[in-house]
């Protein structure tokens, strides 16, 4: 992680709001520029709205951090630096546009930071591959980095992968009962609130969501705050229930890092290394599997998706290998929860609209799930996923939504479409317990929308998906439900109100 040292120089550090860690100024004098135009671009959640503005005000709060209101960034880069763009040096942005902008700009641009690999290093692993696996890359970073290696070169505990042991179902119990302390607000929390509210009184914001107490880190002592948490109260659970959902334990054993690592308030490899510390230091008490199954999240599956942006091309987020393109319906798009009776995708809509965030099996497997099953416009849902998580950002839900989520890119991401059934929800979660629908009823007034819905999607993508080999036996025992015409004609009448 070691940086250069530039406190002496004379050239000013541009930080943009997800550049917020000690490694991106070097410790000389900085600026934020607030572009009120790209701001107002996005009708984002306001508590992400407000996660940004918090942040870039807590930045500002160091002397040597100036914060800038403009209307453009052009604009804001004159206020900043009188003499121009030549004294100005920034790290390389997180999106094309950012990039395509600050070369416009004419400001020095040093490589991008906040990463465990390098695009270099991605690009000489990628060259001549026919396909790009996470678990090959994840493999090689490990390797090359020694994270959970042994000194032999072996992966430590002799397997690379423990997801077979990450697989318990929630408990029966109403929660974990697991401790999580979250930041307390300060007065910098009121200004960036009242700021947005005279921002949206003035008609060019327009945001979206319920206002709420700030759950997540935005400064650099509240994230390393909450990486400690983690550790010490969360972390032991965290492999045996990554994958399970409870419906009123909305943080389970998570970690709450995405937000302050996608800020750059905490740096990828020191959480990596505190979580592989506290293994080392307690094996018995933070077991391997559980730390390894972290590590896969952010050391394997958190850069591949950060190099997936650059490679699969500005292009990737109109993929529409399915031709899905049923407008995202407005129960779904500014989440009115209450007028959905799928206790799922009531709870995931909830937390969606309170919360702003939910843990990566309710993004994966209800939410993206239910808009592949009924032909969501992939462009309007990634989009959607960008707009309404705090965590969203252009280089990490395309592919987890393009990819992962719809199959719109055809299989690059994944093998197979991640459709799934009341089944797998009614296993992995406790939603089913109280909903009026029946996971395994797929046609009548009980019938599972996801049930219904999944093989209903299967029959209508039949075409485009029949060849695919791990659909083989699917498709065949769709070819032999007595009901499937019966099923066809009643999640066609659905139409696109709330299930």
């Not at 529409?320 to 407005?330: F, G, K, R, S, T």
Request: net charge neutral; aromatic share 10%; with cysteine.
């Amino acid at each position: 992680m070691g940086r250069p040292d530039l406190a002496m120089t004379t050239t000013r550090r541009w930080l943009f709001a997800d550049q917020l860690g000690p490694e991106f100024d070097d410790g000389g004098e900085s600026f934020l520029i607030v572009s009120r135009r790209a701001f107002g671009r996005r009708r984002m959640h306001r508590a992400k709205a407000l996660i940004y503005l918090s942040a870039m005000l807590h930045r500002a709060a160091d002397p040597r951090v100036r914060l800038v209101v403009a209307e453009t960034y052009r604009e804001g880069l004159a206020m900043a630096s009188p003499a121009g763009a030549g004294g100005v040096a920034v790290v390389d942005p997180t999106s094309r546009p950012a990039r395509a902008l600050v070369r416009r700009l004419g400001v020095q641009v040093l490589p991008a930071r906040g990463f465990v690999t390098s695009e270099q290093e991605f690009d000489a692993w990628a060259r001549g591959r026919k396909r790009l696996v996470m678990e090959d890359f994840y493999r090689d970073v490990r390797r090359r980095t020694g994270i959970l290696m042994t000194p032999e070169g072996e992966p430590e505990g002799g397997r690379w992968n423990f997801d077979a042991d990450n697989r318990l179902p929630p408990p029966q119990a109403r929660d974990l009962g697991l401790r999580t302390g979250f930041p307390a607000e300060d007065e910098l929390d009121s200004q960036a609130r009242a700021i947005l509210a005279t921002w949206e009184d003035e008609g060019w914001l327009h945001l979206r969501g319920e206002d709420g107490p700030r759950n997540f880190a935005v400064s650099r002592a509240e994230a390393l705050a909450a990486l400690t948490d983690f550790i010490d109260h969360r972390l032991a659970l965290f492999g045996p229930y990554e994958d399970a959902t409870m419906a009123h334990d909305w943080v389970m054993a998570h970690s709450l890092l995405s937000v302050p690592l996608n800020l750059g308030l905490l740096h990828p490899r020191e959480v990596i290394d505190a979580v592989v510390a506290a293994h080392d230091a307690d094996p018995a008490a933070i077991p391997l599997a559980g730390v390894e199954g972290y590590v896969r999240q952010v050391l394997g599956w958190r850069e591949y998706v950060w190099h997936l942006y650059w490679w699969f091309g500005a292009d990737y987020p109109a993929s529409n290998a399915l031709a899905a393109e049923v407008p995202l319906p407005d129960w779904f798009a500014q989440p009115q929860p209450d007028e959905v009776q799928a206790a799922c995708l009531r709870h995931a809509l909830g937390q969606t609209r309170d919360r702003a965030w939910s843990h990566h099996i309710v993004r994966l497997m209800v939410l993206a799930n239910w808009a592949l099953q009924r032909g969501y416009d992939p462009r309007q849902v990634n989009d959607w996923f960008i707009d309404m998580f705090v965590d969203g950002t252009p280089w990490v839900m395309p592919a987890n939504v393009i990819g992962m989520g719809l199959f719109a890119d055809g299989g690059q991401m994944a093998t197979k479409p991640y459709a799934a059934g009341g089944a797998y929800l009614n296993r992995m979660t406790d939603f089913c317990r109280g909903c009026r629908f029946r996971p395994t009823v797929r046609v009548g007034p009980q019938a599972c929308p996801f049930t219904a819905g999944y093989w209903w999607f299967l029959q209508r993508n039949e075409p485009l998906l029949a060849g695919n080999h791990r659909l083989r036996n699917t498709y065949g025992t769709m070819r032999r439900l007595q009901d499937l015409d019966a099923l066809v004609a009643q999640e066609a009448g659905r139409g696109a109100g709330p299930p």
